[in-house]
């Protein structure tokens, strides 16, 4: 079975500063690879994904993560984030043909002015 | 293209009442996941449902808790006798053709349970 650990429940920030979101997960077959995000009292939103290729990838307002096999860590990074970047961010896997996806407990990211 | 909608946003009932938490997939979507949400965890996964058929219910609890997706109309999840413990987010997610790579999530039914 496969498993998420998020290491850090709270990760608190200053504006414009670089931050990063630990994720490892655990899978004894390939894996697909998200970051989900969720604002205050709203659903969950893709962020990004790794389903195969380039170990690096980005999102569309700064994100990136990259697929470390060999660590099994699929770790966040903003290089500045913004007060709007206030969030849980929750870490997810899927095995590759699965119907359902193994959150972590997701980390809350708190951006101070 | 409307996304996932779920209904109500937010639903308190008490003890030993029902809960119904429907949950409109996207246009074109004949997949639909439920998840839920308990306070200060992550998601965990309840149910697969593709049109009429229940396909992964691994993630149910097996008393009190069943799902249909019918042929028309949105899903429901159905709670019976609720009880403090289901008080959670439910979210239910839809797709296309299957699987996760592609899988869109609604904003959540917050469920309280007095």
């Known amino acids: 079975a496969q498993s998420v650990t998020q290491l850090d429940s709270q990760v608190p920030v200053f504006e414009e500063a670089p931050v990063e979101l630990r994720c490892n997960y655990s899978?004894?077959?390939?894996?697909?690879l998200f970051w989900y995000v969720q604002y205050p009292n709203q659903g969950l939103q893709l962020l990004l994904k790794?389903?195969?290729?380039?170990?690096l990838v980005e999102s569309i307002n700064g994100f990136e993560a990259e697929f470390n096999k060999s660590q099994t860590s699929f770790h966040l990074r903003k290089p500045s984030v913004h007060i709007s970047d206030t969030a849980e961010y929750f870490c997810?896997?899927?095995?590759?043909?699965?119907?359902?996806?193994?959150f972590g407990q997701g980390t809350r990211l708190t951006i101070n002015p | 293209n409307a996304g996932v909608m779920q209904n109500p946003r937010h639903l308190v009932r008490r003890r030993g009442q029902e809960a119904r938490l429907r949950c409109s997939p996207m246009?074109?979507?004949?997949?639909v996941y439920w998840y839920r949400q308990l306070p200060e965890e992550g998601l965990k996964f309840m149910v697969y449902?593709?049109?009429?058929?229940?396909?992964?219910e691994s993630g149910m609890p097996k008393e009190r808790f069943s799902a249909e997706f019918p042929k028309e109309g949105p899903s429901i999840l159905r709670i019976q006798q609720v009880v403090r413990g289901d008080s959670a987010a439910y979210f239910c997610?839809?797709?296309?053709?299957?699987?996760?790579?592609?899988?869109?999530f609604g904003q959540g039914t917050r469920l309280t349970v007095v």
């Open positions: 997610a839809s797709s296309q053709t299957g699987g996760t790579t592609e899988a869109f």
């Open positions: 899978s004894s077959v390939s894996v697909y």
């Open positions: 790794y389903l195969s290729g380039s170990t």
């Open positions: 997810a896997v899927s095995v590759q043909g699965a119907q359902k996806l193994v």
């Open positions: 246009k074109g979507h004949s997949h």
């Open positions: 449902l593709q049109k009429e058929n229940i396909i992964d």
